[in-house]
């Protein structure tokens, strides 16, 4: 079976070595002889696929043994893992699941500088029970192992974006004036970016409700409160109370260019009140930047894409606020952009260390200390696992009002854009 061709210099016979493929087939074919013939006899195969092939017998006789066995009956040694023993075992990752899973699943950059705060608060209120060592080593956790351990728990999570429902408002747009994303006073508390979030269920007729969102740009201090329609009586009215909840004066508002904000009656209070009121450019989103966040992951994230049209769902849209407001502002920690840095093709930006808004008041030097010391007692009583049950619970009675509602057509077809929270 050997081929022989003639030298090319010599008259010799000069043996051609087998191709793999062809070493191969010669071990197939006689794994069959192989298994099926007594010991005398396989050893007589070995010396014949030795010579052929050029194996030492104790490969050949291993080849003829795998070649004999059906594939999914091959077992192979499981290879051994290389490196150094897991410096964080299952009770580490166990405490830094269940940490996460209450801060809502933010990124690890957010909750690394946060977990040195929130692990005692927990542990205070019996939401954990922690060793000593692993406690020492949940909290000095940096942002990258914190995203590699949370790596498969973050696969199990997941929403879509919708059409803007907002209409221009002209009448008095003259009058206020345009603000870009580069222009706030970001340094101190008191400017707010206000938007409305439409729950319209991807259909636009009839009167639903709204969220009226507002965001401090400084602070990032959120407050959201619900409307029954976009009526300019119910916004101004929901945007009052806003401010009266703001632990800060408020002394500047931003809005888009809605016929809800555009009107005189919000130009007149804002003239009265010492307020300055700007807009941002038609079509230009990246103008009210701030609040556009907001809008998904405090509104949307929570509330969904459903159509809420009815008092019961506009009451648990409220009573889900205001649990919804201490969860955000005191437990959830954002990171400001400080810089941004063009390098050719690539924009390299720069962020401060992650802090509550609650945090960043305490830090500003323009909020007065009577009001921070009212802050502290309030955050002393709040515990982050029992407001997030909470928030599920509110969620839940927010779904059992949508659905009973009367559906005499048969099913809502706003039931395809509602994302479960």
Known sequence: ??????????????????????RQSVVKELARAYHRTAKKEKGRILDQLSQLTGFNRSYAARALRAAGKPVHKRKRKPMKKAGRKPVYGPDVVWALTRVWAILDGICGKRLAPFLREVVP??????????????REKLVAMSASTIDRLLAPARKKMAVKAKKSGTKPGTLLK??????????????????????????????ATGDYAHTLDAVDV???????????????????????????????????????????????????????????????????????????????CVVRRTVGYARHDTEEELSALNRLYRVLRLYTNYFQPVRKLQQKERRGAKVKKSYDVAKTPYQRVLLSPQVAEDVKARLQQEYATLNPAELRRQITRLQAELRAAYRAKSRPSGKDPSEKGHAAS
Not at 1 to 22: H, I, Y
Request: charged residues 30%.
């Open 174 to 203: 003259g009058q206020i004036p345009i603000k870009t994303f580069a222009e706030w006073e970001d340094s101190e508390p008191g400017f707010l970016e206000i938007d409305l979030v439409a729950h319209d269920g991807s259909s």
């Open 121 to 134: 608060i927990l542990e205070h209120h019996k939401e954990l029970s922690l060793s000593d060592e692993v």
């Open 1 to 22: 079976m050997v081929d022989k061709e003639q030298g090319p210099s010599k008259g010799g016979n000069v043996e051609v070595p087998l191709t793999l493929r062809e």
């Open 218 to 296: 400084a602070t990032g201090w959120t407050e959201t409160m619900a409307v029954k329609n976009k009526a300019q009586k119910w916004v101004f009215q929901a945007l009052e109370e806003i401010i009266r909840r703001c632990p800060f004066p408020v002394r500047g508002i931003d809005s888009d260019n809605g016929g809800e904000f555009i009107n005189a009656h919000l130009v007149r209070y804002c003239t009265q009140h010492q307020i300055t009121f700007t807009r941002g450019r038609p079509y230009k989103k990246n103008d009210s930047c701030h609040i556009e966040q907001k809008n998904w």
